[in-house]
């Protein structure tokens, strides 16, 4: 069992919300979190459908069973409960609930319509690097092999059996919740048509044409993968500086690992030879940062930069009126080429951009403000903008 980051937030939002929801992908640790953190209260777990049926017959009667505290696990299955949470928590202050759900479209839509303004929301993602612990002796591309879920590294499970569980687990159960597909195998190939994309722009015309769907429904496809937290979009970067920047997102996975498995790498010699592994590599960094945010309760503070000039920058972390820009390389030597871009946007955003690195999978640091390189972990492990916020 790994003691988790956003414990330290759970804790913290527990004394003054009567309601706290924690949704992520499936098997990201919701659960385990959920009971480490809050020891003492009552865990249900509304998959079982003989609980499910029974809740539903008097649902207020259940939770007033519970007055020192529940935990309601794919609380989403009972839409109706959110109503009487609302009223059950409205009537004592002191009274704790903790929502769990895998289904992000289906959870805050339940929230939002019963439990506004009542109710602290929170993102639980795969392991981060710091949760794992030690990762000096384990390779880069072990790391992008295995990805981030908890059942790989606690359990020593086989890769391959857990990710595919996952995927089966998701095309056949999860997404008839959100959406009725009706050809699930198709559904898959568009899964794993996304990955060949890790960390490039989303082109839905382009994944249309592949799979002879309409542009309409590879958008919607894609919503339904960020709703249930397999994909995400990393927004470009967009401020009026005088040049025509790029208005499409890049996509990128929750896990690394799954992308992997979709794109058939079976093991970490793979990786280092696969032509996406600089892709995989950025996608794991650009997550590393994502979790960081999520774990302290934050929203994204992520952009990229690209122009129609093609310069990019691979990640611009936005504080306030404040930039920090980051390229990303995962090579393990420096090269001078890697300070191109981050030289070129210095003049375009001016003294809002307050320092420029360089994330790459090599030994040496250089932790310099304008134009330093620092091995992406110990960048993780120290970052000072995000502890010091």
Not at 27 to 37: D, F, I, M, R, V
Not at 63 to 91: C, H, K, M, T, W
Not at 152 to 178: A, F, H, K
Request: charged share 25%.
């Amino acid at each position: 069992m790994y003691l988790r980051n956003l414990q330290t937030e759970l804790l913290k939002l527990a004394e003054k919300w009567c309601v706290i929801s924690v949704t992520g992908p499936r098997q990201s640790g919701k659960t385990t979190l959920c009971k480490t953190a809050f020891p003492t209260y009552k865990y249900v777990n509304l998959e079982d459908i003989p609980t499910r049926l029974e809740i539903q017959k008097d649902p207020s009667a259940f939770l007033r069973a519970f007055p020192n505290g529940l935990i309601i696990d794919e609380a989403q299955l009972i839409p109706q409960l959110f109503s009487y949470v609302q009223v059950f928590v409205d009537e004592d202050q002191s009274r704790r609930i903790v929502l769990s759900g895998s289904n992000d479209f289906l959870l805050m839509k339940s929230i939002t319509q019963s439990l506004a303004g009542r109710v602290a929301v929170m993102r639980l993602l795969p392991l981060a690097l710091s949760e794992l612990g030690d990762t000096s002796k384990i390779s880069t591309n072990e790391l992008i092999y295995k990805g981030f879920f908890p059942a790989i590294w606690g359990n020593g499970r086989e890769v391959g059996y857990v990710l595919e569980s996952y995927l089966s687990t998701y095309v056949e159960r999860d997404l008839r919740q959100i959406v009725n597909i009706k050809d699930l195998e198709l559904f898959r190939k568009y899964i794993t048509l996304c990955a060949v994309r890790i960390g490039s722009e989303f082109n839905a015309t382009a994944l249309s044409n592949e799979l002879g769907i309409s542009v309409i429904t590879a958008k919607e496809w894609f919503r339904i993968l960020q709703t249930s937290y397999v994909c995400y979009e990393l927004q470009p970067f967009f401020r009026n500086i005088g040049k025509r920047l790029v208005k499409t997102p890049k996509i990128y996975f929750y896990d690394v690992g799954l992308a992997c498995y979709l794109l058939g790498i079976q093991s970490p010699e793979q990786v280092a030879t696969h032509p996406l592994r600089g892709n995989l590599f950025e996608n794991l960094v650009v997550t590393e940062m994502l979790k960081t945010r999520y774990n302290k309760g934050k929203r994204s503070n992520l952009y990229f930069y690209r122009d129609k000039g093609q310069h990019e920058v691979d990640v611009l972390q936005e504080y306030g009126n404040e930039l920090r820009a980051y390229e990303i390389k995962s090579a393990t030597a420096i090269n001078s080429d890697f300070f191109s871009n981050l030289k070129y946007i210095k003049p375009l955003l001016g003294d809002a951009l307050l320092s420029t690195q360089v994330l790459y999978d090599g030994n040496s640091d250089w932790d310099q403000p304008e134009n330093g390189y620092i091995n992406f972990r110990h960048w993780q492990e120290n970052n000072p903008w995000e502890k010091g916020e």
